[in-house]
Structures are given as structure tokens and as C-alpha cells.
Nanobody, 125 residues
């Protein structure tokens, strides 16, 4: 069983910064792409940023130049540094990862896509 646990959300004023973290745990063999998505009230979930195991990144146009995604492969952890936050960034932020895991006998399982529980980010004007 693979779990993604997020932390770092909260309330911040416009122009402020927050750093989100997401750690994957379980019988993990390899974590491939990791990413952050967000969902604002009444809107669809959207990709914020993604990062491959090799460090290649992509960002939504709305966050380019303000957000930075990074990861620590040794810790199976992905981060999202968010600067110059605006009220439009208010949403629940979800961590996502494509993971190759193993069962209790360490037999490889098919690659799976996993989600964290979400962390609320609220930006006040």
C-alpha cells in the first residue's frame, strides 16, 4: 500500500509564500512522475506543476515564475514552493505520484497512480 501525505498548507496574505511537501511511503520500488494539482470551489481539478524522476519540470501558465516544484528522490518527497500568492491561488492542493510498488513479499506490482488527501491553501486579499 502506497500513501502520499501532504503538509504545509494554510492561510497567507496576498503576496506571501507557502511551501508544500508530499512524502510517499510504502513498499516503494520507484517513484516516477510526481506532481501537484489544485481544485478551487466550483472548478475542476487542474495540474499546477509536475516533475519527473530526472528533474524535468512543467508548470501551468498561471503559476510560471511564481511556483517552483522540486523533489528529493532519496526521500520520495516532492515540494512546491509558492511565492507571490494571490487570492486566485486559493484551492485544495493535491499531491499525485506514479509509483511502482511491491507487495508484502516484494513482488513487483503494476505501476499505480496515487493521490494525497489534499491540503487547503487560502490566500487572503
Amino acid at each position: 500500500q502506497v500513501q502520499l501525505v501532504e503538509s504545509g498548507g494554510g492561510l497567507v496574505q496576498a503576496g506571501g509564500s507557502l511551501r508544500l511537501s508530499c512524502a510517499a511511503s510504502g513498499n516503494i520500488v520507484r517513484v516516477n512522475v510526481m506532481g501537484w494539482y489544485r481544485q478551487a470551489p466550483g472548478k475542476q481539478r487542474e495540474l499546477v506543476a509536475g516533475i519527473t524522476s530526472g528533474g524535468a519540470t512543467n508548470y501551468a501558465d498561471s503559476v510560471k515564475g511564481r511556483f517552483t516544484i522540486s523533489r528529493d528522490n532519496a526521500k520520495n518527497t516532492v515540494y512546491l514552493q509558492m511565492n507571490s500568492l494571490t487570492p486566485e491561488d486559493t484551492a485544495v492542493y493535491y499531491c499525485n505520484a506514479e509509483v511502482i510498488a511491491a507487495d508484502s513479499r516484494w513482488r513487483l506490482l503494476p505501476s499505480g497512480n496515487y493521490w494525497g488527501q489534499g491540503t487547503q491553501v487560502t490566500v487572503s486579499s
